[in-house]
């Protein structure tokens, strides 16, 4: 079966930084693409960045330079470091594979 | 970069309708095409990749056409627990982008 589980979210100041996790099961996780995707509570789905099976990066120009997306295949775990946060980064952090499966979420809260 | 546009916004439906959501790319996508349901309060969870293909264990109610810029997403005899917000996804080219979303809503 597989499972995606995030992990790392928090409430954090502007200006600050955190990791996310995501931890992948149930599939061979260095074959897949992988991604971050966003939702601020009651809003729509906002693409962050991907991860190729290659391990090519992609991001979205509201992220690039602030944001890094890797994964670490011998833990099976993708991970996104976060720096600068702002006040819009605040949201719901969704990890994907591909085009299917989506794990829980984590919640980034960024205020002072 | 892609833009999706969803329409409508939202949709107020009876159990047993039949809805139709369009989804429209500003540009080719080909059938780069995926179609996702979020429940309030849970992830999303996918329908539809390549257009028309359904994930496993999705109803057959659930049905996707298009190709190019153009697409639909079909129920047929809607059900309580399809009373949701659909989501379109394209996946051709990065950087990868979502429909606004379509609220289908309980007449």
């Known amino acids: 079966e597989v499972q995606l589980l995030e992990s790392g979210g928090d409430l954090v100041q502007p200006g600050g930084s955190l990791r996310l996790s995501c931890a992948a099961s149930?599939?061979?996780?260095?074959?897949?693409?992988m991604n971050w995707v966003r939702q601020v509570p009651g809003k729509g789905l906002e693409w962050v960045s991907s991860?190729?099976?290659?391990?090519?990066?992609y991001y979205a120009d509201s992220v690039k330079g602030r944001f890094t997306i890797s994964r670490d295949t011998s833990k099976n775990t993708m991970y996104l470091a976060m720096n600068s946060l702002r006040a819009d980064d605040t949201a719901v952090y969704y990890c994907?594979?591909?085009?299917?499966?989506w794990g829980q979420g984590t919640l980034v809260t960024v205020s002072s | 970069d892609i833009q999706m546009t969803q329409s409508p916004s939202s949709v107020s439906a009876s159990v047993g309708d039949r809805i139709t959501i369009t989804c429209r790319a500003s540009q080719g996508i080909g059938m780069y095409l995926a179609w996702f349901q979020q429940k309030a309060g849970k992830a999303p969870k996918s329908l539809i990749y390549?257009?028309?293909s359904l994930q496993g264990g999705v109803p057959s109610r659930f049905s996707g056409s298009g190709s190019g810029t153009d697409f639909t997403l079909t129920i047929i005899s809607l059900q309580p627990e399809d009373f949701a917000t659909y989501y379109c996804?394209?996946?051709?080219?990065?950087?990868?982008?979502f429909g606004g979303g379509t609220r289908v809503e309980i007449k």
């Open positions: 996804q394209q996946y051709k080219t990065y950087p990868l982008a």
């Open positions: 991860i190729a099976s290659g391990d090519a990066t």
């Open positions: 390549a257009a028309s």
């Open positions: 994907t594979r591909g085009k299917d499966y």
């Open positions: 149930g599939f061979t996780f260095s074959d897949y693409a």
